[in-house]
């Protein structure tokens, strides 16, 4: 299978790990059409990332906000140890 067919699968799966894996391995480019086939998907790949962040960055805000409302509100009631996993 060749790198850009690779690439592609991953960028269909949204599969990031698989995506950094064949970053690194990029092989060398002669062909014109090739090189900007590769950097179509690889402009693709970085706004798959960049949208999987910011999903993780407001997931982690909620989780945040949370915890902040639960521990206000356990304020009233008797002291607990607060469970760290």
């Keep these: 299978m060749s790198w850009c067919n690779a690439f592609t699968i991953a960028i269909i799966e949204k599969n ?7 970053i690194k ?4 480019i002669t062909d014109v059409n090739e090189a900007k086939q590769a950097q179509a998907l690889i402009q693709e790949a970085l706004k798959i990332i960049k949208e999987e ?30 469970y760290r996993g």
């Design 53 to 82: 962040q910011a999903k993780t960055r407001d997931s982690m805000e909620k989780n945040k906000k949370t915890r902040a409302f639960l521990m206000s509100a356990n304020l009233g009631s008797s002291p607990k140890r607060e």
């Design 25 to 28: 391995e990029i092989p060398t």
């Design 16 to 22: 990031p790990k698989k995506m950094g894996k064949l």
